[in-house]
């Protein structure tokens, strides 16, 4: 594992702790939110509220722990992490896990290979939580990882989130990833479709876009948007034809550009509902813990602390938008000082929100 880099935002600096390379630098980095890569996510729905899932309802954020989703890919990455002892450990338990060996494809690619949906999303999981062991070995960071009171991750990051979080093993987690990503990759598959990130407009003003693209496609083509990930820039997901037309029609509505993102399919759409029955199937036979902090889930941009409600929410967040943005604000909003980036590559998980406090 490598860099920790500071970036800042304001009222909340971000600590980068990075498991790419081995340069051990410290920097700070103020990033344009225009250029952050973006991960795919979840829709919105209402917060869920079965049996005792109120534990975390005051919560009063200091530091946080953020984990990145699919898009954080790198080829490199882990690989001199390998040196921490405890970091070996997890990618051998993972290569029992996955039945390849996972820091190969990590360390050699090729990329193409790296990057798809099934192999990504266990790499991603494995490499961030690798992070975490770096950090663990480095002078002060036990301290900093007993000061972290809240955790939350991009998409697929949540699952690390979780995992931090004591809410299931590393073993259940990497289990739960690794159906993830084959569930979501042959819902991709059943169907044309496609993401687009579109940068330099509000959400409303992307909503407006959405609706014009859907005037113009059948049922099977609608998109819309499905990760809300900062002031300027959100992901559209939906049919082939609908990604074309928001591509089309982006420039007329001022729109500063629209950038196709390389992933299988229409993340966090239904067209990711056939991965839910598979993914519902498989939550039911983990044991899931109340998770020791708050771990902000992606559906509501809440924590939740009951185990069945937990199993609801991830199998929800598939086919649901991601409330990033929502939940970088409510974070901010309640107090939070600083937060830590742990994972692969080069990708940023937060961005300036603007008027965050008064």
């Not at 939550?283 to 809440?302: C, F, G, K, M, Y």
Request: proline share 4%.
């Amino acid at each position: 594992m490598s860099s920790a880099s500071t970036a800042l935002i304001p009222l909340a600096p971000l600590h980068r702790f990075s498991s790419v390379n081995g340069a051990r630098r410290s920097f700070l980095c103020h990033r344009n939110p225009w250029r952050s890569r973006v991960s795919m996510s979840v829709s919105v729905g209402s917060r869920a509220t079965v049996g005792n899932d109120a534990l975390f309802q005051d919560y009063k954020p200091s530091c946080a722990f953020l984990f990145p989703g699919q898009g954080a890919q790198t080829v490199g990455m882990g690989v001199e992490a390998q040196n921490v002892n405890a970091v070996a450990e997890l990618f051998k338990k993972a290569n029992d896990i996955l039945g390849y060996d996972i820091l190969d494809v990590c360390a050699n690619g090729p990329k193409e290979k790296l990057d798809s949906t099934v192999i990504s999303q266990p790499a991603i999981y494995v490499t961030s939580l690798a992070a975490v062991e770096v950090l663990r070995a480095r002078d002060g960071g036990q301290d900093i990882i007993d000061s972290v009171d809240v955790t939350c991750g991009l998409s697929l990051g949540e699952y690390t989130a979780l995992a931090f979080a004591g809410a299931f093993s590393f073993e259940d987690g990497l289990k739960l990833v690794k159906l993830r990503g084959e569930a979501m990759q042959d819902a991709a598959d059943a169907a044309k479709s496609a993401m687009v990130s579109v940068i330099g407009l509000d959400s409303e003003k992307v909503q407006l876009l959405c609706d014009a693209a859907n005037e113009e496609v059948d049922d099977q083509n609608k998109v819309q948007i499905a990760n809300f990930l900062c002031p300027g820039n959100y992901a559209v997901s939906g049919g082939v034809k609908g990604v074309e037309a928001v591509e089309a029609k982006a420039k007329s509505f001022k729109a500063r550009m629209t950038v196709r993102l390389a992933v299988a399919g229409a993340f966090h759409t239904n067209f990711m509902e056939p991965a839910v029955s598979r993914l519902e199937a498989a939550l039911a036979t983990t044991e899931i813990r109340t998770p020791r902090i708050p771990v902000i889930s992606n559906v509501d941009a809440q924590p939740h602390s009951d185990p069945d409600t937990i199993k609801k929410i991830l199998a929800q967040q598939v086919t649901t938008p991601v409330q990033w943005e929502l939940t970088l604000k409510t974070l901010l909003n309640k107090g939070l000082k600083k937060s830590y980036e742990l994972g692969p590559g080069k990708m940023s998980l937060t961005c300036r929100i603007p008027n965050q406090h008064k």
